[in-house]
T-cell receptor
């Protein structure tokens, strides 16, 4: 069985602060995909990143960065210099390479105050 | 390119009425998903189609729910009769086989049954 845990329910920061969202996963698969999705107040689910379990390189995209550590089964997400527009619920998700099912974490609500 | 398109975005209906939610997947995608999001249960997979064929409907809560995919560019999720506990956000999503590829979500259909 696959499981994704996002231990932080809510995070509140002031604009320009950095914020890190934790994601820990469990899987018996040797190959798998990890994802992050963003759900802003408008409600849509926006894909942010997909990471293959073979690729442990960290990734940076603008103010977003991701730290994948297979040894600790973690795939953490950092927003640098946060902005009000970053306020959203962020979901971490996991799927096996040959599995159509996405296992979602419970989500972390990020509130960025001006 | 257009993303996954869902309609209606918002629906308020009375208990007992039939509700039909519609989805147009991303052109070229061969996998389609219906998810439901509630506060209590988070994101749940209701049904998965591959090449227009239902592969996994184990998440469909009961016989009141049905889904069809008559062609590669259209799917419906029907609830008949609707009940207040069906109030949720229903997401349609699509991806390109093989599994493990990124699943792209629509903006969701916000259903309220009163």
């Amino acid at each position: 069985a696959q499981k994704v845990t996002q231990a932080q329910t809510e995070i509140s920061v002031v604009e320009k602060e950095d914020v890190t969202l934790d994601c820990v996963y469990e899987t018996r698969d040797t190959t798998y995909y990890l994802f992050w999705y963003k759900q802003p107040p408008s409600g849509e689910l926006v894909f942010l990143i997909r990471r293959n379990s073979f690729d442990e390189q960290n990734e940076i995209s603008g103010r977003y960065s991701w730290n994948f550590q297979k040894s600790t089964s973690s795939f953490n997400f950092t927003i640098t210099a946060s902005q009000v527009v970053d306020s959203a619920v962020y979901f971490c998700a996991l799927s096996g390479v040959n599995d159509y099912k996405l296992s979602f974490g419970a989500g972390t609500t990020v509130t960025v105050r001006a | 390119d257009a993303g996954v398109i869902q309609s209606p975005r918002h629906e308020v209906t009375e208990m007992g009425q039939e509700v039909t939610l519609r989805c147009k997947p991303i052109s070229g995608h061969n996998s389609l998903f219906w998810y439901r999001q509630t506060m209590m249960r988070g994101l749940e997979l209701l049904i998965y189609f591959n090449n227009n064929v239902p592969i996994d409907d184990s998440g469909m809560p009961e016989d009141r729910f049905s889904a069809k995919m008559p062609n590669a560019s259209f799917s419906t999720l029907k609830i008949q009769p609707s009940e207040p506990r069906d109030s949720a956000v229903y997401f349609c999503a699509s991806s390109l086989f093989p599994t493990g590829n990124t699943i792209y979500f629509g903006e969701g259909s916000w259903l309220t049954v009163v």
